[in-house]
């Protein structure tokens, strides 16, 4: 067995403990959102987490915790000296692509190196050889599930990071922190998560978003993301008389999505700032059937080239298939960050002193997804993305090491502490 792996500074290592046992709570809520619901929040198990959490503020001392009307969770931490207000936001959902219900997370102490064989399901495997970013972590304590959910590490641990930091604060009178607004938003990931955040209500001039991944991280770019509905009807006809008559919707929904390039313009083949088409669900009969793809880029120009691109595609159909009737929906989710965060530097700077003062070396970094910030950032409260330590997101090999956990609440502790710095 490996030795345990050091703390990134011996507040990352006193915060341990907390977050940890709060993110091992956390993760057994079932709070998985549901893409394209008509209501909102999109699930209604997410809110079991929202309110949760609520009492676990006001047992901290946070006594005007509550549930809003947007369904976010707001709470504020006075601060001890008079310093800009501080927002904190994680989200409550899990992917809607992947089961979050009965979760069952396994801790691997100092973790030794080998690969780690989930228990649930053994084709589930863990293999530093494939990973470098666990290959890394020899040492670490990991949290894993058993394989057959995910674990929700996005964004339970945001979430577990944010309260071990408030609950450390709030008992820490001595310390000098900036002014404290926590929140805690639903359906972040059905692009949904700033939908009716009461920014005049949050309070906060800057913010930060907790739900990045590798340590150190700062993201301050995001894609911009559009989501495109293609509805295909045909026309239904018992097969044994369906000579001549018979649209079969399914089949040109196959056809729409082999269409799609393979060799460009697809997640399993572009990285870094490279867009991209994905089609990601299907669904229907040969009446009708739907195909739901999201287009990504962080140019909007060339995003609205993947667009144009997928319009182009589904009129093909209905050209080859007159008797078909295509319709195709856009919808546009969230905008690069980036341009709003540039014009806000000492956000980005204040940022990478915590994480250094934390015991951590920065990095800014990119995201190839989007995050509430994004939204927010539009909106005019500048809100980058910090690490929190979580791994192979949206799956069921989903992993963290409590020692990047313990990192990010060190991070967001020391955060409050140089923003305190800062007179308004």
């Known amino acids: 067995m490996a030795a345990r792996a050091a703390f990134s500074s011996p507040l990352a290592e006193e915060l341990a403990g907390d977050v940890l046992e709060r993110f091992l709570r956390y993760v057994r809520v079932d709070t998985q959102a549901v893409h394209r619901a008509e209501t909102r929040p999109s699930s209604e198990k997410q809110l079991d987490l929202s309110r949760m959490l609520v009492e676990e503020l006001r047992e901290l001392g946070l006594g005007d915790a509550e549930l809003n009307a947007g369904f976010s969770v707001f709470a504020t931490l006075p601060g001890t000296v008079d310093a800009p207000v501080v927002g904190l936001i994680a989200h409550v959902d899990t992917t809607p692509d992947v089961t979050g219900a009965g979760v069952s997370p396994v801790v ?32 670490h304590d990991l949290v894993t599930s058993d394989g057959t959910t995910l674990l929700g590490a996005d964004d339970k641990a945001g979430i577990a990071e944010i309260m071990a930091a408030v609950a450390y604060l709030a008992r820490s009178g001595d310390r000098p922190r900036a002014p404290i607004r926590v929140a805690f938003t639903v359906d972040e990931e059905v692009g ?27 993201e301050i770019e995001t894609f911009s993301a559009a989501s495109v509905r293609v509805t295909i009807r045909g ?10 008559k018979l649209v079969n919707a399914v089949k040109l929904a196959s056809e729409l999505v082999l269409s799609v390039p393979r060799d460009r313009l697809s997640p399993e083949t572009t990285e870094a700032r490279e867009g991209y088409v994905h089609p990601h669900r299907v669904s229907g009969s040969a009446e009708e059937a739907i195909v739901d793809f999201i287009a990504r880029d962080h140019d909007d120009d060339l995003l609205a080239a993947h667009v144009e691109l997928l319009t182009t595609l589904a009129e093909g159909i209905s050209a080859r298939e007159p008797r078909a009737k295509v319709d195709v929906e856009v919808r546009h989710s969230y905008r ?57 997101y949206h799956s069921v090999r989903e992993w963290a090491s409590v020692q990047d956990m313990a990192a990010a609440a060190a991070t967001i502790v020391e955060l409050a502490g140089v923003w305190a710095e800062s007179p308004r």
């Open 235 to 244: 026309l239904s006809v018992h097969p044994g008389a369906a000579k001549g």
């Open 336 to 392: 690069n960050m980036r341009p709003f965060i540039e014009q806000n530097p000492r956000v980005v700077e204040a940022a990478l002193e915590a994480i250094r003062r934390a015991g951590v070396e920065p990095r800014l970094a990119i995201t190839r997804g989007g995050t509430d910030g994004a939204v927010l950032s539009a909106q005019g409260l500048p809100t980058p993305n910090l690490f929190t330590g979580g791994q192979e």
């Open 108 to 139: 691997h102490e100092a973790w030794g190196g080998e690969a780690i064989t989930l228990q649930g399901d053994a084709r589930q495997v863990l293999d530093p050889a494939e990973l470098p970013a666990l290959a890394a972590r020899v040492g």
């Open 192 to 218: 949904r998560g700033a939908e009716d955040f009461d920014l005049d209500a949050f309070g906060a001039g800057l913010a930060y978003t907790l739900d990045g991944s590798g340590l150190g991280e700062l």
